[in-house]
């Protein structure tokens, strides 16, 4: 018995330090709301709930309080309601420095009655051209759903609600940069989240301008979840055996992708020949 138990306390010494980087979030504990000047709030005891505001004075954003080599990372958003015209909601990764690599969530408001719009691109050494935008099958600003970027030295996939809508796959073997450590170059990176305003291009090419009347426009953050490799004193401590360090899009993955891209996709670079006329990039092919 006492053999048992021994056994049984080691295992849990071993997974608890296995789990070092995975944990469930609290935006009191996790997160810091770096700029805004009080137009981020937590709404709750628990750090469950976090809002950001947008009014012609600023906007407001947060802040991952560690930074990721690789990591799930995945959050509840509900978008700001009725004319949200010319503002900018944002869930992404980001590194520093002038070369800097980033994995892009970005929701583009519109005039009332016309849907958002998702933007997705991927930057590394500093370039992003990588955009591909969707139209959601479901008013955002309703209720709350979930949005997830999984970063692996594979892949990087997008997901909402569980419905993978991209996957950028690691192509260094043709020469296509991917965001990962690099010789002389580890791009660790932090988590952000913001609200701001992009009139001159983010609804309809910025045909479609901020009516300040309506401000402050608000948009609102819950359970906030990060499992991830972090980075600290100059090394990555990450496990490995985590399912998401792994993870693809597996066959019925792809079918849902498939039905997202067909179906709610509005523009992809990999079509844009007006942009690319000498051919697509290679990583479209």
């Known amino acids: 018995m006492k053999s048992s138990c021994s056994t049984r306390f080691a295992f849990l010494v071993l997974f608890v330090a296995q789990c070092v980087c995975v944990y469930a979030g609290s935006f009191h504990k996790d997160v810091n709301i770096h700029w805004g000047n009080g137009r981020g709030k937590i709404h709750d005891n628990e750090g469950k709930l976090l809002s950001l505001s947008l009014d012609k004075t600023s906007g407001s954003g947060f802040q991952s309080n560690q930074e990721f080599l690789y990591g799930k990372a995945e959050v509840q958003m509900k978008l700001v309601p009725g004319n949200s015209a010319g503002t900018v909601t944002t869930f992404y990764l980001k590194s520093h420095g002038s070369t800097w690599d980033e ?3 970005e929701f583009l408001g519109n005039i009332s009655g016309h849907p958002y719009t998702l933007h997705t691109n ?10 591909q935008q969707f139209h959601l099958w479901f008013d955002p600003t309703v209720d709350f759903h979930t949005y997830c970027i999984t970063w692996n030295p594979q892949r990087i996939i997008f997901t909402v609600d569980g419905i993978p809508i991209r996957e950028f796959k690691n ?48 948009a609102f953050y819950r ?39 067909s179906k709610y996709m509005i523009y992809t670079y990999c079509t844009d020949k007006r942009r690319f006329p000498q051919g697509v990039p290679a990583v479209c092919t």
């Open 103 to 105: 994995v892009d969530f």
């Open 122 to 131: 991927v930057y590394t050494k500093g370039l992003g051209d990588k955009e």
């Open 171 to 218: 192509s260094e073997s043709i020469g296509v940069h991917f965001p990962k450590s690099q010789p002389m170059r580890n791009q660790p990176m932090r988590l952000y989240a913001s609200l701001w305003e992009a009139e001159h291009w983010a609804t309809r090419g910025g045909l479609e301008k901020t009516d300040w009347s309506k401000a402050p426009f608000t």
């Open 223 to 261: 359970n906030y979840n990060v499992e991830g490799c972090v980075w600290a004193n100059g090394k990555s401590s990450c496990p490995g055996n985590s399912p998401w360090f792994t993870q693809k899009v597996d066959l019925a993955g792809q079918k849902k992708m498939k039905w997202a891209q």
